[in-house]
């Protein structure tokens, strides 16, 4: 198994820009999460999906949007880049256990480093 | 809403010495899991430890352990026999039991440098 993968490892946007950060596993994995990264704050919670075709709000949710078609893949917009969103973004994803009880271990991919001038 | 809070930004150790990371939070509920993760300079987000709040005796994997205080909702952990390959940015994050969402609340990290 590949895990989580996450493409582009490294971007640099312009403000306004758009831009699609992708992630995927091939571990069938029913729950995915985006999570963002900056300095001194620790990791939070921007979106997340508990399945195909279901999305929820986390933490920081504004400017990002999300959609989960497929289990395998959740990708993250961000519609019109702004500086402040500036950061390194994680994917993560888990599996449900015995009787549907979500598991609490987390798979991270490697990250995402963008930068918005 | 729950928090984490990393006291120490920033720590160093002797190799082969024993270090204590320090993390506290803050929870109304009585069941929940609490963490700790290794990100290395690779940015590779690593699971060192996990403590369920239930369990009075306190989790250890191989050099890591942890000292779980529930009363005083203290959560650190140590790590013996510092080697080289230790260093890196550790995190402490909370998760509440069961529901439907994998939430982490994470601490604000502590940098370990291990000195040779």
């Known amino acids: 198994n590949a895990g989580v993968t996450q493409t582009p490892k490294f971007q640099v946007l312009k403000t306004g820009q758009s831009m699609t950060l992708q992630c995927a596993q091939d571990m069938n994995h029913e729950y995915m999460s985006w999570y963002r990264q900056d300095p001194g704050m620790g990791l939070r919670l921007i979106h997340y999906s508990v399945g195909a075709g279901i999305t929820d709000q986390g933490e920081v949710p504004n400017g990002y949007n999300v959609s989960r078609s497929t289990t395998e893949d959740f990708p993250l917009r961000l519609l019109s880049a702004a500086p402040s969103q500036t950061s390194v973004y994680f994917c993560?994803?888990?599996?449900?256990?015995?009787?549907?009880?979500?598991?609490?271990?987390?798979?991270f991919g490697p990250g995402t480093r963008l930068t918005v001038t | 809403a729950q928090t984490v809070t990393q006291s120490q930004p920033e720590m160093s150790v002797q190799e082969a010495e024993t270090v204590t990371l320090s993390c506290t939070y803050d929870?109304?509920?009585?069941?929940?899991?609490l963490f700790w993760y290794k990100q290395p300079p690779s940015r590779q987000m690593i699971l060192v430890i996990r403590q369920e709040a239930y369990k009075q005796q306190n989790a250890t994997e191989n050099r890591f352990s942890v000292n779980f205080q529930k009363a005083a909702k203290s959560f650190s952990l140590k790590i013996s026999d510092s080697q080289l390959g230790d260093a890196a940015m550790y995190f402490c994050?909370?998760?509440?039991?069961?529901?439907?969402?994998?939430?982490?609340?994470f601490g604000t990290g502590t940098l370990l440098a291990i000195q040779p």
């Open positions: 929870t109304s509920e009585s069941d929940y899991y």
């Open positions: 993560a994803s888990s599996y449900s256990g015995l009787a549907g009880v979500l598991s609490y271990e987390q798979y």
């Open positions: 994050a909370y998760r509440n039991y069961g529901g439907a969402t994998n939430k982490l609340i």
